[in-house]
């Protein structure tokens, strides 16, 4: 279900990550491990921002509004370990709980939720997938987002 492209030296353990994705969806998701240069640039060049970030999200552009009937992926996920190095330092935890973190908010934006304009549903949603998954606080709660 996740067709992982770790770049990274970052471990992962891909069958937590499953485990959250079929609790959501059942269509094949993209998950790229890169660094922070490689992600600045997409980020660049698809948000217009030119400096490096946690998270970004491709959902996949469907001809037809019923992506399931064709077996499409929902999209793609990239994630910078050095983000995840970083964070799970700087807030007192693993790296896969970073991770796992990181990946619930990109496959919630891929979803179709976006905490930049709705009115606290992706936060409430990530808190449940949080609680139930018994990780540690996520991005947007820790951030305010």
Known sequence: ???LENQTSLPV???GLEKIAQSLTTKEIELIITDNKTIQELNQEHRGKDKPTDVLSFPMDAPFTEQSIFGMPLGSIVISADFVK???DEFGHTKQDELSLLFIHGLLHLLGFDHETDDGEM???EKEIIEVCDLP???IVRTGH
Do not use: V
């Open 1 to 3: 279900m996740i067709d």
């Open 13 to 15: 353990d891909i069958d």
């Open 86 to 88: 970083e964070k799970a």
């Open 123 to 125: 936060r409430t949603r």
């Open 137 to 139: 606080s996520s991005l």
